[in-house]
DNA sequence: TATGAGATCAACT
DNA sequence: GTTGATCTCATAC
């Protein structure tokens, strides 16, 4: 398979042009991982984005350079794992959702304590756990170790629809998925 | 299949 | 004190 790593600039524009060009990309950490088939886009001018209401402690690589790794933790025990856009000050992330597993399979299963492959990595607290994804990898570079970071080979269908989870702006269609995937964190509408 | 509780932390009221 | 970019397990239909 040809590998071209994914570089800093891909990062540094708008969040709804980076986040469904992820769609079908390889993300690895500490060399695990596999193809992402679902983000969210989530920008500073949006109600539901964590750097709407300006900066805190919490969110303050998101306010940084882009290309970096925004971690957080999610209702008091998840991790999520976000991928900063944009040029530096603007705010904004890319939520990665869901993961095809294809690398690493009996590591993520041990960190997981879990059998079911399609449940290893479909929804934001569960592919951070089957990563190893914590607050330690909280603003490390994309293109730097344990991150490795490859582009798709071609463009897949991308399904979108509204985000999950949320309250604020629940109407915004910033959900981006690889159509028909089995290893969404939830289907998306036929369309 | 569907709802409900619990885990547990940072930000906000 | 309440809420949230969540998940798992238990109990009820």
Not at 164 to 190: C, H, M, N, Q, V
Request: charged share 25%.
């Amino acid at each position: 398979m040809a590998r071209r790593k994914l570089h800093p600039p891909f990062f540094a524009r708008s969040v709804h042009r980076v986040a469904p060009e992820l769609i079908g990309a390889t993300l690895l950490v500490g060399g695990v991982g596999g193809r992402i088939v679902e983000v969210e886009a989530y920008h500073h001018t949006d109600p539901a984005a964590h750097s709407y209401r300006g900066q805190t402690p919490r969110n303050a690589v998101m306010f940084g350079p882009p290309g970096h790794a925004y971690v957080y933790r999610s209702y008091g025990i998840h991790w999520c794992l976000n991928f900063v856009c944009e040029p530096e000050g603007s705010a904004s992330a890319v939520l990665i959702r869901a993961i095809e597993p294809t690398e690493g399979l009996a590591k993520m299963r041990r960190l997981r304590g879990l059998a079911e492959e399609r449940l290893l990595c479909s929804g934001p607290g569960r592919l951070a756990e089957a990563m190893g994804v914590k607050i330690a990898h909280n603003g490390l570079a994309l293109d730097r170790l344990p991150f490795e970071l490859y582009a798709r080979d071609e463009a897949p269908e991308i399904a979108t629809g509204v985000r999950i989870g949320i309250t604020k702006a629940a109407d915004l269609p910033w959900r981006y998925g690889l159509k028909g995937s089995k290893f969404l964190s939830k289907p998306f509408k036929e369309g």
